[in-house]
């Protein structure tokens, strides 16, 4: 008799923290919807991260500036359905943790209503009464240094950070300032690979990276990038792990093809009537013609 499928165990937080010190590397990956989302807990990812970067992937917008808490909650609800037995990490959009009150509000709302298992605003040292009020709150809490997303217009673009020492400096505060906030992990995007490296060797926390070398503790990317879905732009910190654009397209064409040529559908994807009802159906049209 064959074995039952053993459903996947989802990780809790305790493994995740403890991560640091049994070496074990994390994987993260960033989903948008039901399908990716059930994608991720079939491949055995760690961790599914609702990023508002979706406002670009999934919506076509410039930058994650656009994302809203109605469309993050949207999107992280689909998630949780796609990755029942997967961590969802819920990130907070753009200017939803402005302030302690407004943070507390919004990331209850991806406890309770998307009923994600952690949230993840942006920033180190000058947001850490806001990660502080969440994590004093019962709301386990990430952060996010380095690159941050929701800053961009102050950096002058998407541009790497701590390539100085002074600048390296900044980002190892950041993230002592996480830690000592009572965040159970935070992420590095865009940091020298040598940078975030010793900065993560400094902590008792575990980091995640994206164009961070491989010195972190788990590492995360894209899933709509990794997969080859989201081709509008490449970063150099993304591998190509699969190209499902090119997949996509060339079924899509296929099937334009066939319509046009009128051999889709055939009898194989079409249904069938009892030929006596059919009979008896054109009988009636007739009737119906002479009345």
Request: glycine share 8%; proline share 4%.
């Amino acid at each position: 008799m064959a074995e039952a499928k053993q459903e996947k165990k989802k990780r809790t937080i305790t493994e995740i923290r403890d991560s640091k010190k049994t070496g074990e590397k994390m994987v993260y990956t960033s989903v948008l919807d039901y399908t990716s989302a059930k994608w991720a807990e079939l491949a055995g990812v760690d961790v599914c991260v609702v990023g508002d970067s979706l406002a670009m992937t999934c919506h076509g917008h410039p930058n994650t500036i656009p994302a809203t808490m109605e469309m993050m909650i949207l999107h992280a609800q689909a998630v949780r359905r796609g990755s029942p037995n997967t961590f969802v990490l819920g990130c907070m959009p753009y200017q939803s943790y402005n302030t302690i009150d407004r943070a507390l509000t919004n990331a209850t709302r991806f406890m309770q209503e998307a009923l994600c298992d952690a949230v993840k605003p942006q920033g180190g040292k000058s947001q850490a009464h806001i990660l502080k009020a969440l994590v004093d709150s019962g709301i386990p809490t990430a952060s996010h240094i380095g690159l941050t997303p929701h800053t961009v217009a102050m950096f002058g673009g998407f541009r790497i950070q701590g390539r100085t020492a002074d600048a390296a400096m900044k980002i190892l505060e950041d993230a002592f300032a996480i830690q000592d906030a009572g965040c159970f992990m935070l992420e590095f995007e865009a940091v020298p690979a040598k940078i975030a490296r010793v900065i993560s060797q400094q902590l008792e926390i575990p980091t995640i990276g994206i164009g961070a070398g491989v010195g972190t503790d788990g590492q995360i990317l894209l899933s709509y990038d990794l997969l080859g879905v989201f081709t509008d732009f490449k970063p150099k910190f993304t591998k190509r792990f699969a190209n499902l654009t090119e997949v996509a397209v060339g079924g899509l064409k296929q099937y334009v093809s066939e319509v046009k040529a009128g051999t889709f559908p055939d009898d194989d994807h079409s249904y069938t009537v009892d030929e006596k009802e059919y009979d008896k159906f054109l009988s009636l049209v007739e009737k119906r013609k002479h009345q």
